[in-house]
């Protein structure tokens, strides 16, 4: 049998090429990003609607969407030392289907994590007063 006439080639022909090797792959990819996005949505959707059974619950709920969604090993959420002083837990921890709000039982990782989230080193420092006569006017 003789190769195809690249005269005859349909590709050629009309200037169309099949996109099956690229296309399929591609739509496989963007039908899991959207899976993935819908069941996102569906876990905070339901972490909402748990704000009737108090503040507590509905942390744990963000907490666990938040860690499904990123399919994170372990997922930490803290709350700045000064900051919402009121707030409980201060901290909590997803971790293996567990929640960990007992700063003992935290693990190496997760505990190092939590000494940077409190100390807030994204903080603006505040500035020195500036020299008399210097500065914006």
Known sequence: MSPPDPKHDLGVLTGLRSGKRSFYPAYVRSTERL???V?????????????AEGPRALV???VRAAAEHLQAHWLLLAV??????AARPRFLLYADDVLIDDEARLPAEPREHLAVLRSRPWRPRPRPPAAPGCGPR
């Open 35 to 37: 899976e993935r996005t």
């Open 80 to 85: 700045a030392d000064g900051a919402l002083r």
């Open 39 to 51: 069941q996102a949505l569906d876990g905070i959707s339901r972490a909402l609607v748990r704000t």
């Open 60 to 62: 744990e709920a963000v």
